[in-house]
């Protein structure tokens, strides 16, 4: 069993920067990640995004599934391991290398050649991306997300100690850790997620992400915004 298990889409930027920081603290501490999937565009399926999102995030988060279904096939091929460098690979390439463009691209098989060629994983991968027979296995590990957090919730979902422990959506964070940090960090929110009857702690301002993709460099301090509704929504 594993000591953590991690729900996160491809394109959400802060499920990757959670991700970054929960690979500093497996390191140090030797946990056990299982990765698992949840989709943004499959647990938006009822909102009208026309009206309630930014242009771009139809695209991107169909993007997203699409990246969810390779990451299913390379699951039954290469087992858990191979998820985690899919999802590292993923992630540097999305957010790593400079402005975020064309979201769309992400779900095309000339985004995922590169990506699985650094995971070190067969090209022929890529053509699950139009596989929607794999959607029903995704749905399902959304929904297992949302039946352990709750349905008001987006990416990433945090499973400590499975199945008797806590499981929490977040936390959202903007900036890396040092590595010295990281452990603090961590102890510090598995500790006030345990707490019997905790529920929530939330601020909906958050700074852009320190990435790249988001212009924002090393050092640097993105600036807040709002993301009601935890997306941005032009709506409630």
């Given at each position: 069993m594993a000591d953590l298990r991690f729900w996160f889409d491809p394109v959400c930027p802060f499920a990757w920067m959670t991700s970054t920081w929960v690979r500093q603290v497996s390191a140090q501490r030797e946990y056990d990640v299982e990765w698992r999937f949840i989709s943004l565009r499959?647990?938006?399926?009822?909102?009208?995004?026309?009206?309630h999102f930014p242009p771009?995030?139809?695209a991107g988060h169909t993007a997203g599934l699409r990246l969810l279904r390779v990451a299913a096939h390379v699951r039954d091929r290469h087992g858990n391991e191979g998820v985690a460098r899919f999802y590292e690979a993923?992630?540097?390439h999305v957010f790593e290398r400079g402005p975020e463009g064309d979201r769309a691209v992400r779900g095309t098989a000339g985004f995922v050649a590169p990506v699985l060629a650094d995971a070190g994983l067969p090209a022929d991968l890529a053509d699950a991306l139009d596989d929607d027979g794999r959607d029903a296995q995704i749905q399902a590990e959304t929904d297992e997300a949302l039946g352990l957090a709750g349905k008001d919730v987006g990416t990433p979902?945090?499973?400590f100690?499975?199945?008797?422990g806590v499981a929490?959506?977040?936390p959202v964070?903007?900036?890396?850790?040092a590595d010295d940090e990281a452990v603090a960090l961590w102890d510090h929110v598995v500790g006030l997620a345990s707490f019997p009857g905790f529920a929530e702690?939330?601020?909906?301002l958050r700074e852009r992400p320190q990435l790249p993709a988001f212009g924002v460099q090393p050092g640097e301090v993105g600036e807040q915004e709002d993301w009601h509704g935890g997306s941005r929504r032009q709506k409630r």
């Open positions: 499959l647990l938006n399926a009822h909102v009208d995004y026309e009206t771009e995030y139809e993923c992630g540097q979902i945090l499973h100690r499975p199945p008797e929490f959506f977040g964070i903007s900036r890396r850790p702690l939330k601020r909906s």
